[in-house]
């Protein structure tokens, strides 16, 4: 039964024992000695026993095996004093305090030699009146590692830091590339109406100068006397009747062409505010979807018929400007998946607390294999330069920004759909 | 007479092509009327032309469906002998002059144009004095083929259209 209490027991308290006691129960303290002293030898941590004169009493295999380490160069000397295994290991101080508080820890950091060192943590402790027990724990690896994650965590640190501001500068220059892409369309959809516009004030000024010979013709007419028949020669050598009938027309259809490029230009606008965060407000999802169809009406038209089916929906709280990029990737990639012709559906409703955009296209499909990637950044498959493979990226940040979710499904030759759901109200 | 094909998938573009082409002065067409005929489909306008030749045909670039390059080539196909011109807005100049090469283009203009350049360079392609419209169709395609301009670019990236005939 003694095993295992005298275990508990401390060696003080073991020798006491073996003081007192007659000579079975010292015998019994010798095997309880041996006991632990396999023990403590068997302890992978340095362990040793010495007096107020630092003479070693004690030391476990570990610890020889740390004398060695400390000094390599005294391999072949007994090293029975502490104090001689490295002049750093055991300072002063730390003993002075060991005696005052009856143990100290601590790490020391000790040179062993062509620049490398060793980080080991102390412990002392006051074991007899002049015996003073010492473990040691080389702990070089860990703080090592330690020091190593610290640093590692600081570069991912930097490192996300700067890829935060990647992002955004990407995003920016994503929609700047949109931009800079739709900008050739753009371009020829204002110069269509331009071009009509400005040739019929041409026109226009032809038939004022008509209108003026015509006066100055009644005019001299008038003064000479001239009757109906002479007025009516008059009017049709200048075919003032086509001029009198096409002046409406040639107006309508100028005041149409300046309404479009009006309407362009505002549409851009809307487009190209950079958001800030005030900028959340209550809109309507279909006026953004108008807005950025009428963008790229110009990319879609020459391929696509458009169908909408526009439910009854609520004020949606968002970054309009945001969701019409998101609505112009998805449309744009719709657009690209049909080859020849097709059509392109554009459905809303209310599913519960959100609304859901459907945008599908009876273009070429995405194979199983491609679905799982197509909202990874970069990941395109058109042809160099055509594609950056950011658009349906950063559509899937913009509505994660939203609380919302975007979601695709397609069979292969058959066509895509891209549904977006996004909550009416943000959650508080 | 002169018949004029104007293709444009904007109706607007149609009425103000017209009403350009109308302030032409017969007299610099020797006294000649002109006839325009105009579509906003590509397709009708090449079905129109399998019963009808032309004499000048004017396309925009960008259409629906089929656009002037591949127009022109099926308009080529039909009637080779016919001048051929565009005029569009597309910005793109790379297009234009892969466009131009490629369909032998006697003229580009580009959006918005000025009414007199336009009349002007109809005037020239039709050639009235030439006894153009008198001569064999065989002899007006060697006469349409002579004109084949060139496209480059200038030092302002300019589009320049050269004769090969020394002006
Ligand atoms: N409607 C669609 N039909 C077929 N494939 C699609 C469709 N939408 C996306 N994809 C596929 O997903 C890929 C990634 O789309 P994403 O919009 O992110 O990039 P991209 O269109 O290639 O380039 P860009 O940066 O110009 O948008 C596309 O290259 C395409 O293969
Ligand atoms: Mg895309």
Same mark, same amino acid.
């Given at each position: 039964?003694? /095993?295992?209490? &005298?275990?508990?027991?401390?060696?003080? &308290?073991? @020798?006491?024992?073996?003081?007192?006691?007659?000579?079975?129960?010292?015998?019994?303290?010798?095997?309880?000695?041996?006991?632990?002293?396999?023990?403590?030898?068997?302890?992978?941590?340095? /362990?040793?026993?010495?007096?107020?004169?630092?003479?070693?009493?004690?030391?476990?295999?570990?610890?020889?095996?740390?004398?060695?380490?400390?000094?390599?160069?005294?391999?072949?000397?007994?090293?029975?004093?502490?104090?001689?295994?490295?002049?750093?290991?055991?300072?002063?101080?730390?003993?002075?305090?060991?005696?005052?508080?009856?143990?100290?820890?601590?790490?020391?950091?000790?040179?062993?030699?062509?620049?490398?060192?060793? *980080?080991?943590?102390?412990?002392?402790?006051?074991?007899?009146?002049?015996?003073?027990?010492?473990?040691?724990?080389?702990?070089?690896?860990?703080?090592?590692?330690?020091?190593?994650?610290?640093?590692?965590?600081?570069?991912?640190?930097?490192?996300?830091?700067?890829?935060?501001?990647?992002?955004?500068?990407?995003?920016?220059?994503?929609?700047?590339?949109?931009?800079?892409?739709?900008?050739?369309?753009?371009?020829?959809?204002?110069?269509?109406?331009?071009?009509?516009?400005?040739?019929?004030? @041409?026109?226009?000024?032809?038939?004022?100068?008509?209108?003026?010979? &015509?006066?100055? @013709?009644?005019?001299?007419?008038?003064?000479?006397?001239?009757?109906? /028949?002479?007025?009516?020669?008059?009017?049709?050598?200048?075919?003032?009747?086509?001029?009198?009938?096409?002046?409406?027309?040639?107006?309508?259809?100028?005041?149409?062409?300046?309404?479009?490029?009006?309407?362009?230009?505002?549409?851009?606008?809307?487009?190209?505010?950079?958001?800030?965060?005030?900028?959340?407000?209550?809109?309507?999802?279909?006026?953004?979807?108008?807005?950025?169809?009428?963008?790229?009406?110009?990319?879609?038209?020459?391929?696509?018929?458009?169908?909408?089916?526009?439910?009854?929906?609520?004020?949606?709280?968002?970054?309009?400007?945001?969701?019409?990029?998101?609505?112009?990737?998805?449309?744009?990639?719709?657009?690209?998946?049909?080859?020849?012709?097709?059509? *392109?559906?554009?459905?809303?409703?209310?599913?519960?607390?959100?609304?859901?955009?459907?945008?599908?296209?009876?273009?070429?499909?995405?194979?199983?294999?491609?679905?799982?990637?197509?909202?990874?950044?970069?990941? /395109?498959?058109?042809?160099?330069?055509?594609?950056?493979?950011?658009?349906?990226?950063?559509?899937?940040?913009?509505?994660?920004?939203?609380?919302?979710?975007?979601?695709?499904?397609?069979?292969?030759?058959?066509?895509?759909?891209?549904?977006?759901?996004?909550?009416? &109200?943000?959650?508080? | 007479?002169?018949?004029?094909?104007?293709?444009?998938?904007? #109706?607007?573009?149609?009425?103000?092509?017209?009403?350009?082409?109308?302030?032409?002065?017969?007299?610099?067409? !020797?006294?000649?009327?002109?006839?325009?005929?105009?579509?906003?489909?590509?397709?009708?306008?090449?079905?129109?032309?399998?019963?009808? $030749?032309?004499?000048?045909?004017?396309?925009?670039?960008?259409? #629906?469906?089929? !656009?002037?390059?591949?127009?022109?080539?099926?308009?080529?196909?039909?009637? #080779?002998?016919?001048?051929?011109?565009?005029?569009?807005?597309?910005? $793109?100049?790379?297009?234009?002059?892969?466009?131009?090469?490629? %369909?032998?283009?006697?003229?580009?203009?580009?959006?918005?144009?000025?009414?007199?350049?336009?009349?002007?360079?109809?005037?020239?392609?039709?050639?009235?004095?030439?006894?153009?419209?008198?001569?064999?169709?065989?002899?007006?395609?060697?006469?349409?083929?002579?004109?084949?301009?060139? %496209?480059?670019?200038?030092? !302002?990236?300019?589009?320049?259209?050269?004769?090969? !005939?020394?002006?």
């Amino acid at each position: 039964m003694s /095993t295992a209490i &005298a275990l508990h027991a401390p060696i003080e &308290a073991a @020798s006491r024992a073996a003081r007192s006691a007659p000579a079975a129960d010292a015998a019994r303290a010798d095997a309880m000695e041996a006991t632990l002293r396999a023990l403590v030898d068997a302890v992978p941590t340095a /362990t040793l026993l010495f007096d107020a004169d630092q003479q070693v009493r004690y030391a476990n295999p570990a610890a020889r095996v740390l004398a060695r380490l400390c000094a390599p160069d005294k391999a072949d000397r007994p090293l029975a004093v502490v104090g001689d295994w490295h002049p750093e290991l055991l300072n002063s101080g730390a003993l002075h305090l060991c005696s005052m508080h009856g143990s100290w820890s601590g790490e020391v950091i000790l040179g062993v030699g062509r620049g490398q060192h060793k *980080i080991l943590l102390l412990h002392l402790s006051r074991v007899g009146a002049d015996l003073f027990g010492m473990t040691v724990r080389d702990i070089t690896q860990d703080s090592m590692r330690e020091s190593e994650l610290h640093a590692r965590n600081a570069e991912l640190e930097v490192a996300y830091a700067k890829l935060q501001g990647a992002q955004e500068q990407v995003m920016q220059s994503e929609k700047l590339a949109s931009i800079g892409q739709l900008a050739a369309g753009v371009a020829h959809e204002i110069n269509n109406p331009i071009g009509y516009v400005n040739s019929n004030l @041409s026109t226009l000024q032809r038939y004022i100068s008509q209108l003026f010979s &015509a006066i100055q @013709s009644y005019e001299a007419a008038l003064a000479g006397g001239a009757g109906a /028949t002479e007025a009516e020669s008059i009017r049709r050598k200048l075919d003032l009747d086509f001029l009198v009938g096409d002046v409406p027309q040639l107006l309508s259809e100028s005041r149409e062409g300046i309404d479009r490029v009006c309407k362009i230009v505002r549409d851009l606008k809307d487009f190209a505010r950079k958001e800030r965060s005030e900028d959340w407000i209550k809109a309507d999802i279909h006026r953004g979807l108008d807005s950025t169809l009428n963008i790229i009406w110009n990319e879609l038209k020459y391929k696509a018929q458009i169908v909408k089916t526009f439910g009854e929906l609520p004020p949606v709280e968002c970054l309009p400007s945001e969701l019409n990029q998101v609505f112009m990737n998805v449309l744009m990639n719709a657009g690209q998946a049909i080859r020849d012709q097709g059509i *392109i559906t554009v459905t809303t409703s209310v599913a519960g607390e959100r609304v859901r955009v459907d945008i599908g296209d009876d273009g070429e499909g995405i194979p199983p294999d491609v679905l799982p990637r197509v909202f990874d950044p970069f990941f /395109t498959t058109k042809p160099v330069g055509s594609g950056t493979g950011l658009g349906l990226a950063i559509s899937y940040g913009i509505v994660s920004k939203h609380h919302g979710t975007i979601e695709v499904s397609s069979t292969p030759g058959q066509g895509t759909l891209l549904r977006i759901e996004l909550p009416i &109200a943000q959650p508080r | 007479m002169y018949r004029i094909l104007l293709v444009d998938d904007e #109706p607007n573009i149609l009425s103000a092509l017209r009403r350009c082409l109308a302030s032409i002065d017969v007299g610099e067409l !020797d006294g000649e009327a002109l006839k325009v005929e105009a579509f906003t489909s590509p397709e009708q306008a090449l079905e129109r032309s399998e019963e009808q $030749d032309f004499d000048l045909v004017v396309s925009d670039y960008r259409m #629906p469906g089929m !656009d002037g390059v591949e127009f022109l080539s099926a308009m080529m196909e039909l009637q #080779p002998a016919v001048p051929r011109m565009i005029c569009s807005g597309y910005a $793109d100049r790379d297009a234009i002059i892969a466009a131009v090469n490629e %369909v032998q283009l006697a003229r580009f203009i580009g959006k918005p144009w000025v009414d007199e350049e336009l009349a002007a360079a109809v005037v020239a392609l039709l050639r009235p004095g030439s006894a153009r419209a008198r001569a064999p169709k065989a002899l007006r395609a060697q006469a349409a083929s002579a004109r084949i301009t060139r %496209v480059e670019q200038d030092d !302002d990236g300019a589009i320049v259209l050269r004769s090969d !005939d020394p002006a």
